[in-house]
C-alpha cells in the first residue's frame, strides 16, 4: 500500500500608502509545497492463533 501526502503553506502580505493624492500599493505572496511517500507491506494473520500465514489458498 502506498499513500502520498502533501503538506502546503501559504503566506501573504499586503501594504500601501495614501498622501494627498498619490497613493501606492505593494502586494505579494509566498507557498511552500512538500509531497510524502509512505509504503506499507501487510502481511495477513490468522485471528485464532495470530500466527503469520505463509500459504496463500487459492
Known amino acids: ?3 502520498e501526502i502533501e503538506l502546503h503553506a ?31 507491506t501487510l502481511k495477513p494473520k490468522n485471528a485464532a492463533t495470530r500466527a503469520t500465514n505463509t500459504k496463500l489458498r487459492p
Open 1 to 3: 500500500m502506498d499513500f
Open 10 to 40: 501559504d503566506a501573504r502580505a499586503k501594504g500601501g500608502f495614501k498622501v494627498w493624492v498619490l497613493s501606492g500599493e505593494v502586494d505579494g505572496s509566498m507557498g511552500r509545497r512538500r509531497t510524502q511517500r509512505i509504503s506499507l
